[in-house]
């Protein structure tokens, strides 16, 4: 296996590749004066190659992850795999409005013709199951809860663990149940792209709570839950994401709500970044699944 990185996601490759003992490759990229990109892999490609790039801000740069698959199989690649630490387009599983497009399938479509696996943390996974039904290969969404639950037994023993929805609920009952924590989950109600609000009810006693979700994109999600901790007089008050999208005003937002230290998994390279996922990934690799 050898990895194969963009120079936008080289530090979790680097830590990937140490993790499984790989060798690292740099990908070269070329930006014409036009706008068209073009890759460059190693002639001398690996009979495995693992491509890593995290998918935030996605539309470039999904079009050279698929310059690279066709690199690297031109190249001699039996084998190509995707690592992709933030999955984007997945919360797009239905046609919401009449006239729009079902991205996550669009999205999976183009995937699975070009990789013959696609592995990454904690997709956005609503309505379908697994993320084979989304992207029709050798598709697996890790779940990031065992490294958010070890990082809750070491620094956040007797805070209460808080989902802002039912869809967090399962992530949020595995972590509280493996480091041990109460935890409980709110009820959403979005009034609008940047707008949330968070029902709570039957909160148990806390001084202290930490909500983990996802995603954080606005920010209102963890805002909203962050007020009404507030309202039930939990004032220490810590979020964690997966995914530190962090839209421009989000971080400022979350703030003023009340919360006093966001932290987040390393999927997408952020100031917050705290929590390391290469492992998991790692673990995919040398497994069979
Ligand atoms: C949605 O259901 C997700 O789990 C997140 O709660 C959501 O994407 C967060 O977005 P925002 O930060 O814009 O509220």
């Known amino acids: 296996m050898t990895v194969i990185a963009f120079a936008d996601s080289r530090a979790f490759a680097g830590r990937l590749a140490r993790a499984i003992r790989a060798p690292l490759r740099l990908l070269r990229e ?42 690297l199989r031109r190249a001699g690649a039996r084998q190509v795999t995707l690592v992709a630490p933030y999955l984007p387009y997945m919360r797009q599983d239905k046609v919401f409005e009449p006239g729009e497009p079902v991205s996550q399938r669009v999205l999976g479509a183009m995937l699975a013709q070009a990789f013959d696996r ?8 609503h309505r379908v199951r697994t993320l084979r039904e989304a992207i029709p290969c050798r598709a697996r969404s890790i779940s990031a809860a065992p490294a958010l639950a070890r990082w809750m037994r070491t620094h956040a023993r007797e805070a209460l663990v808080v989902g802002p929805d039912a869809e967090s609920a399962p992530w949020v009952r595995q972590i509280g149940r493996a480091a041990g924590l109460k935890w409980t989950v709110g009820r959403k109600e979005r009034l609008g792209d940047r707008t949330v609000r968070v029902h709570l009810e039957g909160l148990p006693a806390a001084r202290r709570a930490v909500v983990i979700d996802d995603i954080a994109s606005s920010g209102a999600t963890l805002a909203g839950a962050a007020k009404a901790l507030l309202k039930h007089g939990i004032a220490e008050i810590d979020a964690i994401v997966v995914h530190a999208i962090f839209a421009p005003g989000a971080q400022q937002l979350i703030r003023r709500a009340g919360v006093r230290r966001m932290l987040s998994c390393d999927t997408i390279a952020h100031p917050t970044n705290a929590i390391r996922c290469a492992p998991l990934i790692a673990r995919a690799l040398e497994g069979s699944s």
């Open 30 to 71: 070329h930006r014409f004066p036009d706008g068209e990109s073009l890759v460059r892999v190693d002639p001398r490609a690996a009979r495995h190659a693992v491509v890593v790039r995290t998918l935030d801000r996605p539309d470039a740069k999904l079009f050279e992850v698929m310059l690279a698959a066709d690199a």
């Open 118 to 125: 696609v592995l990454t943390i904690e997709a956005h996974l």
